[in-house]
């Protein structure tokens, strides 16, 4: 299974981006989807996830600018953001996660830079 991210840039604060995570394999529709987030000097952490039943969580830092969805029939995860703060700058990777087999696959990362 590959998976791909794009869509990372540089913006202003309070501007938007939208992230796609692509991936090939069948396993993709039976995957849970989670974005996670390496900022410079900090550990990598969750940002919004969506199951296989399209259930949706985010972390609390980025609920409400933030949203996740997945189009199934292209096997494409896509993250918008909106009203990026500088704290967003980060490294933002993918990871398609199934629980039975376990599986897990993770992307190369995309850079979001927000400058104030």
């Known amino acids: 299974v590959r998976v791909v991210e794009s869509g990372g840039d540089s913006v202003q604060a309070g501007g938007s981006l939208r992230l796609s995570c692509a991936a090939s394999?069948?396993?993709?529709?039976?995957?849970?989807i989670t974005w996670f987030r390496q900022g410079p000097g900090k550990q990598r952490e969750m940002v919004a996830e969506?199951?296989?039943?399209?259930?949706?969580s985010y972390a609390d830092s980025v609920r409400g600018r933030f949203a996740i969805s997945r189009d199934n029939a292209i096997y494409t995860v896509s993250l918008e953001m909106d009203s990026l703060k500088p704290e967003d700058t980060a490294v933002y990777y993918c990871?398609?996660?199934?629980?039975?087999?376990?599986?897990?696959?993770w992307g190369q990362g995309t850079q979001v830079t927000v400058s104030s």
């Open positions: 969506i199951d296989s039943g399209g259930s949706i």
């Open positions: 394999g069948t396993v993709f529709s039976r995957a849970a």
């Open positions: 990871n398609l996660r199934q629980s039975s087999p376990f599986q897990s696959y």
